[in-house]
Nanobody, 123 residues
Framework: LMCSCRRGGGLVQAGGSLRLSCAAS????????MAWFRQAPGKEREFVVA????????IYADSVKGRFTISRENAPNTVYLQMNSLKSDDTAVYYC????????????????WGKGTLVTVSS
């Protein structure tokens, strides 16, 4: 899988917004649920949000509910993460990932991982 977070990472002030995108290649995108995970400095990687293959179902971590929104476009094989009202606690490297099944996606056992992109929220 080449799941490159090509746009969106960077530095933003607390309260600001950022949009990450992940363009997937090397897999049949429609056949995979997609998710975002993140890893803050000195912490373990954690689940952020996931979206089903059709886009009809989503799951959010409590820490981002109401602030983050995941979406996908099956053409051109892209998943997005809109992040609003960012906090310093959101500072992390964000990874997109793909899994053939939506059930259990929060556990983080993914079929494919993309390269991460660093998001830094300054207070």
């Amino acid at each position: 899988l080449m799941c490159s977070c090509r746009r969106g990472g960077g530095l933003v002030q607390a309260g600001g917004s950022l949009r990450l995108s992940c363009a997937a290649s090397g897999l049949t995108f429609n056949n995979y649920a997609m998710a975002w995970f993140r890893q803050a400095p000195g912490k373990e990687r954690e689940f952020v949000v996931a979206i089903s293959r059709s886009g009809g179902s989503t799951i959010y971590a409590d820490s981002v509910k109401g602030r983050f929104t995941i979406s996908r476009e099956n053409a051109p094989n892209t998943v997005y993460l809109q992040m609003n009202s960012l906090k310093s606690d959101d500072t992390a490297v964000y990874y997109c990932a793909a899994r053939s099944t939506f059930m259990g996606i929060m556990r983080g056992t993914m079929d494919y991982w993309g390269k991460g992109t660093l998001v830094t929220v300054s207070s």
